[in-house]
């Protein structure tokens, strides 16, 4: 079947500091890879995506790689922001993007 | 250019009763789809429509259902409420035919069934 299994959180990190946060998938077909954001009181928000193995999704200084060979995505930033406290869903599609699968969340919290 | 809207933003059911959702999609968007998130969990998909018929649909029971308009807004339907369908019902839209894989969501409607 089709899965997403992200890294428990919540995350705590100083500013400035280096995110990981891991996800991994289980998937029939080829699927496409998906991280969104959740800003407290919003709905979800595409922050990058890959449609293929070895590309690499970028936005706002995020990036994930697809991982064929390890079944992973996982996001990394270099340095975050108090603003970018917020909950990251790692998700999965698969056949026309009709249907999407969603991890169960990483909470990220930063503090100045 | 809108993007995905819903209604109501918040609403408080008793169990048993019934209650609709409302969803308009990103301009130019013509399929939408729906999703229960509940607390602390990563949203779960229930359905989808197109054409004004459901396309797709994931494990939920008959009591959710829904529909879809030809001004391709959309409703989601739940009846004999129960306290465990107290969730973030979130829509989403796309546009298949323009190739674009991406989905967009809408702010979503706190359901609490009391």
């Known amino acids: 079947g089709n899965s997403v299994t992200q890294m428990e959180g919540p995350v705590t990190l100083s500013e400035e500091a280096f995110l990981t946060i891991n996800c991994t998938y289980t998937?029939?077909?080829?699927?496409?890879l998906f991280w969104y954001v959740q800003y407290p009181g919003e709905g979800l928000q595409l922050l990058l995506k890959?449609?293929?193995?070895?590309d690499k999704g970028s936005n706002k200084g995020f990036e994930a790689t697809y991982r064929k060979e390890t079944t992973s995505f996982h996001l990394e930033k270099g340095s975050v922001q108090v603003s970018d406290s917020a909950v990251y869903f790692c998700?999965?599609?698969?056949?026309?993007?009709?249907?999407?699968?969603f991890g169960s969340g990483t909470k990220l919290n930063v503090k100045p | 250019d809108a993007g995905v809207t819903q209604s109501p933003t918040h609403l408080i059911k008793t169990r048993g009763q019934q209650v609709t959702l409302r969803c308009s999609p990103k301009?130019?968007?013509?399929?939408v789809s729906w999703y229960q998130q509940a607390l602390g969990q990563g949203p779960q998909f229930i359905f989808q429509?197109?054409?004004?018929?459901?396309?797709q649909r994931g494990n939920f029971p008959d009591r959710f259902s829904g529909h879809q308009f030809p001004n391709y807004s959309s409703e989601l339907n739940v009846n004999a409420l129960l306290l465990g369908d107290s969730a973030l019902y979130l829509c989403?839209?796309?546009?298949?035919?323009?190739?674009?894989?991406?989905?967009?969501f809408g702010p979503g409607t706190r359901l609490t069934v009391l």
């Open positions: 989403a839209s796309r546009f298949p035919e323009s190739g674009e894989d991406t989905q967009y």
């Open positions: 301009s130019g968007h013509d399929t």
């Open positions: 890959a449609t293929k193995a070895d």
């Open positions: 429509y197109y054409e004004e018929e459901e396309r």
């Open positions: 998937a029939t077909g080829y699927p496409s």
């Open positions: 998700a999965l599609s698969v056949y026309n993007f009709n249907k999407f699968y």
